[in-house]
């Protein structure tokens, strides 16, 4: 076969975006995927608020308590629901039902899925952030990140780590309810130890030091530093890009297309 033929076989364009409007309806059509990356941060944005006395106090020039605790943990939440207990079910969802066998024997790779899955759940994560955010700064007058250039580095390396994490999990679970069960498991591990449920610094040193080191914890810190206009930590850098990293190894060795 010519190269020629070859290249008119690959996907264009236009499959790419069927394919990606394909996984956009397909997520919309699960009201419960779409309620716990959108509707629980806000809820834990509600309980900060709550929690934390004297919101509105200044850590620095424009940057409340609330903003530089509530704010960090609610992004990295968005983002982790979503890469780490969503992502992955759909995918074991397709491999159970043998979607990605018979995209296999077709010009479109199963890869497409991922990539088109991923295109979706990012589209997820700003519209998460952006109601969070909305939320935040109409009814606690939450400020903007001093550093927005920081801010947006860190959310990209965030979105890599907790892909990474979700893409692990994807590879080990071998259904669809087994994939929920362990993102869940996952998630509220490196959750609670990452300031979700109040400031880390309140946890005991063992426990805040395993929080630093886990993506969510490290999110969460890099975040801060954004919000104060500081320079990031080399250690949120390296545990992030290094679950990134780990993420994609584990997941090329493991991972099952059928």
């Known amino acids: 076969m010519t190269s020629t033929a ?3 076989r690959r996907p264009g364009l236009n499959a790419w975006l069927k394919l990606i409007e394909a996984e956009a309806k397909m997520v919309i059509r699960d009201y419960a995927g779409l309620i716990v990356p ?7 944005l509600v309980m900060q608020g709550i929690m934390i006395d004297d919101i509105h106090q200044e ?6 308590v609330f903003s ?7 992004i990295s ?6 890469a780490v207990i969503n992502m992955p079910s759909f995918l074991a969802t397709y491999r159970k039902t043998k979607l990605l066998r018979r995209l296999a024997v077709t010009p479109a790779s199963p890869a497409m899925v991922l990539v088109a899955q991923m295109v979706v759940s990012f589209i997820q994560v700003i519209l998460g952030i952006g109601l969070a955010f909305a939320m935040a700064m109409i009814f606690f007058g939450a400020s903007l990140p001093q550093s927005l250039f920081t801010a947006a580095a860190v959310l990209l390396a965030c979105c890599a780590a907790m892909y990474g994490l ?19 498991v996952a998630f509220f591990g490196i959750a609670a130890l990452g300031g979700m449920f109040g400031p880390a610094e309140n946890l005991p040193d063992a426990l805040q030091t395993l929080g630093s080191w886990l993506p969510f914890g490290a999110a969460v810190e890099a975040f801060q530093s954004a ?3 500081e320079a990031v930590d ?6 992030l890009g290094g679950s990134a990293v780990i993420g994609a190894g584990v997941a090329a060795a493991l991972f099952r297309w059928e």
């Open 234 to 239: 080399a250690q949120n850098w390296l545990v």
């Open 166 to 184: 979700g893409m692990i999990v994807a590879s080990i679970a071998p259904t669809p309810n087994s994939s929920v069960a362990i993102g869940l």
């Open 77 to 82: 939440m968005v983002v982790s629901t979503i």
């Open 227 to 229: 919000w104060l206009g």
């Open 38 to 44: 959108l509707g629980l941060p806000m809820l834990i």
């Open 6 to 8: 070859v290249q008119a």
């Open 68 to 74: 530089y605790y509530a704010l960090p943990v609610v």
């Open 59 to 64: 850590l620095a020039e424009g940057v409340t």
